[in-house]
């Protein structure tokens, strides 16, 4: 069974999302700010949002591969590093 997310984690996901592509109020800074410092699960969610977004800027960087074009060989490329910053 998954982990229920309230309907407030969700607009702290959306929140950190949005702040990665444009600038977000004080006042969203500050809700996002306590939030984070309660809920476990969106600070996990702030990390790993941050390592998936570094992957995929780092197998662009290394690829030869037009971004256009996500084929097999990115996806395994993509799959191996998530692979082994979890240790499975």
């Known amino acids: 069974m998954g982990v229920k997310i309230s309907n407030r984690c969700e607009k702290i996901t959306l929140l950190l999302e949005k ?3 444009e600038k977000i109020t004080y006042n969203e800074k500050l809700a ?3 939030h984070l410092i309660q809920c476990r699960a969106c600070r996990q ?8 977004n570094k992957a995929m800027a780092q197998c662009f960087k290394t690829s030869k591969i037009s971004p256009a074009k996500l084929n097999a060989i990115f996806k395994d490329s993509l799959a191996e ?4 910053r979890s240790g499975n």
Do not use: E, P, T
């Not at 969610?45 to 998936?52: E, F």
């Not at 590093?81 to 082994?84: F, L, N, P, T």
């Open 19 to 21: 702040g990665r592509f």
């Open 45 to 52: 969610y702030r990390k790993d949002s941050r390592y998936l």
């Open 81 to 84: 590093q998530i692979r082994s």
């Open 32 to 34: 996002l700010g306590i």
